[in-house]
T-cell receptor, first 111, second 113 residues
């Protein structure tokens, strides 16, 4: 039973480019959460999605960031016109109960 | 608002016992979680407490006191592989009942021979 799969593991972008981060939840899970982790800081909630619906995006910046979880395929976190401050580890998690299962994350580096 | 505090770093000796404390403030407590995270890897679930008391699972135990807003994670018979960050997280009812967890900054544990 594969766990939460995220790709790419590492993503390098120049300022102004777009970053697309993908997440496939665990089999049977229909709830996806995205978290961001800066060095020496805790995981910060960004957005919670169910299939085709954004339930809570209160932790996501209003501009440049968007997320989707289509009926078919992985969840996508999209960051447009990246800036250096977007450099962080982005973790996806899925659940069908109390437990959150995390993927290995995507380390985004903005040059 | 919500606030979670835990020590930044701890060190311990292989074979010993270590207790990692976590205090929290939240308006509508609905469960406390502990996760382990090795550098560059995914956080992995360790324990979940929603009622007061001690939950034991092998070498790891977690305690909760809701009246004090306090939890601890107890690691026994420490092994070198236990060197990792330990994340305390709280779920709040204001989140609507789903797993919008609020995480502390984590405690980095170093186990020495």
């Amino acid at each position: 039973n594969a766990g939460v799969m995220q790709n790419p593991r590492h993503l390098v972008r120049r300022r102004g480019q777009e970053a697309r981060l993908r997440c496939s939840p665990m089999k049977g899970h229909s709830h996806v959460y995205w978290y961001r982790q800066l060095p020496e800081e805790g995981l910060k909630f960004m957005v919670y999605l169910q299939k085709e619906n954004i339930i809570d995006e209160s932790g996501m910046p209003k501009e440049r960031f968007s997320a989707e979880f289509p009926k078919e395929g992985p969840s996508i976190l999209r960051i447009q016109q990246v800036v250096r401050g977007d450099s962080a580890a982005y973790f996806c998690a899925s659940s069908n109960s109390e437990k959150l299962f995390f993927g290995s994350g995507t380390q985004l580096s903005v040059l | 608002g919500q606030n979670i505090d835990q020590p930044t770093e701890m060190t311990a000796t292989e074979g010993a016992i270590v207790q990692i404390n976590c205090t929290y403030q939240t308006s509508g407590f609905n469960g406390l979680f502990w996760y382990q995270q090795h550098a560059g890897e995914a956080p992995t679930f360790l324990s979940y407490n929603v009622l007061d008391g001690l939950e034991e699972k092998g070498r790891f135990s977690s305690f909760l006191s809701r009246s004090k807003g306090y939890s601890y994670l107890l690691l026994k018979e420490l092994q070198m592989k236990d060197s990792a960050s330990y994340l305390c997280a709280v779920r709040d009812r204001s989140s609507g009942g789903y797993n919008k967890l609020i995480f502390g900054a984590g405690t980095r544990l170093a186990v020495h021979p």
